[in-house]
Nanobody, 125 residues
Framework: VQLQASGGGLVRTGDSLKLSCAAS????????MAWFRQAPGKERKFVAV????????YYSDSVKGRFTISRDNAKNTVYLQMVNLKPEDTAVYYC???????????????????WGQGTLVTVSS
């Protein structure tokens, strides 16, 4: 599986941005998909996950209510819609694939099998 993230950029506080992650391969709809982010000098942290059907999603507390994860299985793409962005959202955003059924430890990056290259989001104050 190859993942290509895009959509990052420089925005101002309060702006919106939508990230995309396109996946290769015919079995995209079999995978749970997640977004993580890594701020400069910090560890990579969980942002959101969506099940293979798209019916269930979970978010970190820091983005809940502002970010929405979605997917289009026909386009092999997962999205992250971000609104009301804050300077603390500045990070490189990565998409990831978990080929196993959704697990309780979905927020741990170690369980994910494939990663995209990341896209940088910078939010100025």
């Amino acid at each position: 599986v190859q993942l290509q993230a895009s959509g990052g950029g420089l925005v101002r506080t309060g702006d919106s941005l939508k990230l995309s992650c396109a996946a290769s391969g015919p079995t995209f709809s079999n995978y749970n998909m997640a977004w993580f982010r890594q701020a400069p000098g910090k560890e990579r942290k969980f942002v959101a996950v969506i099940t293979k059907s798209g019916r269930t999603s979970y978010y970190s507390d820091s983005v809940k209510g502002r970010f929405t994860i979605s997917r289009d299985n026909a386009k092999n793409t997962v999205y992250l819609q971000m609104v009301n962005l804050k300077p603390e959202d500045t990070a490189v955003y990565y998409c990831a694939v978990d080929t196993a059924p959704l697990r309780a430890n979905y927020m741990y990056r170690q369980i994910y099998d494939y990663w995209g290259q990341g896209t940088l989001v910078t939010v100025s104050s």
